[in-house]
């Protein structure tokens, strides 16, 4: 059973470019949730969302940052117009839709370093 | 929405010592806390949690224990080894409210702690 897959690894962009950063979830899992972490700091919630709807986006920049989690595919975060304090990990996270297997605990991928040049 | 305090932000202790990190978090409502433990360039990983139906949790080398009147929490190393090195963060949801219709921010985090285990 193949973890939460996180594709780039890294990514560079230079100011004014678009970022996407994608995200799969572990088999059987349909909540996914996008994290920030910038340098020296911790996770920072951004985005909750399951199959063609987002929960909770109370993390989210109202303006540049979308993300999306299509019927089918991966879940997608999106940066418009990026700017170096973009620059950070982005961590995706899943967890089980099955209340009885959900222990609350969130699987991670290993992330989308970007760069902001 | 939660907060969760961490400290200390960098702890450095002996190889064999123990280590303490502590965590206060704001919304009594919370009832599940996991530590995580993330090394250099690495994915966050679960090392252990705690609900708020019990006071204490061992796992081999590694303890948290649970105040839910004062809102904190706290992890324990001990017999601390190179290997331990990395950071720590704590955190703090509620699980259920996944379910219940009211929206969720999944964890909460702490800041971290960098913690260093010197030869």
């Known amino acids: 059973n193949a973890g939460v897959m996180q594709n780039p690894r890294h990514l560079v962009r230079r100011r004014g470019q678009e970022a996407r950063l994608r995200c799969s979830p572990m088999k059987g899992h349909s909540h996914v949730y996008w994290y920030r972490q910038l340098p020296e700091e911790g996770l920072k919630f951004m985005v909750y969302?399951?199959?063609?709807?987002?929960?909770?986006e109370s993390g989210m920049p109202k303006e540049r940052f979308s993300a999306e989690f299509p019927k089918e595919g991966p879940s997608i975060l999106r940066i418009q117009q990026v700017v170096r304090g973009d620059s950070a990990a982005y961590f995706c996270?899943?967890?089980?839709?099955?209340?009885?297997?959900?222990?609350?605990?969130?699987?991670f991928g290993e992330g989308s370093r970007l760069t902001v040049l | 929405g939660e907060n969760v305090e961490q400290h200390p932000s960098t702890l450095s202790v002996q190889e064999g010592d123990s280590a303490v990190i502590k965590c206060t978090y704001s919304?009594?409502?919370?009832?599940?806390f996991p530590w995580y433990k993330q090394e250099l360039g690495k994915r966050p990983q679960l090392i252990i949690d705690i609900r708020s139906n019990v006071g204490e949790k061992k796992d081999q080398r590694i303890a948290v224990t649970l105040n839910k009147t004062a809102k904190h929490f706290s992890l324990h190393i001990t017999e601390t080894q190179p290997e331990d090195s990395a950071v720590y963060f704590c955190?703090?949801?509620?699980?259920?409210?996944?379910?219940?219709?009211?929206?969720?921010?999944?964890?909460?985090f702490g800041k971290g702690t960098h913690l260093i285990i010197q030869p």
């Open positions: 969302l399951q199959k063609e709807n987002i929960i909770d």
């Open positions: 996270a899943s967890s089980p839709l099955d209340r009885g297997k959900n222990t609350g605990e969130l699987f």
């Open positions: 919304d009594s409502a919370s009832n599940y």
């Open positions: 955190a703090a949801s509620i699980p259920d409210l996944l379910y219940s219709g009211g929206g969720a921010d999944g964890l909460t």
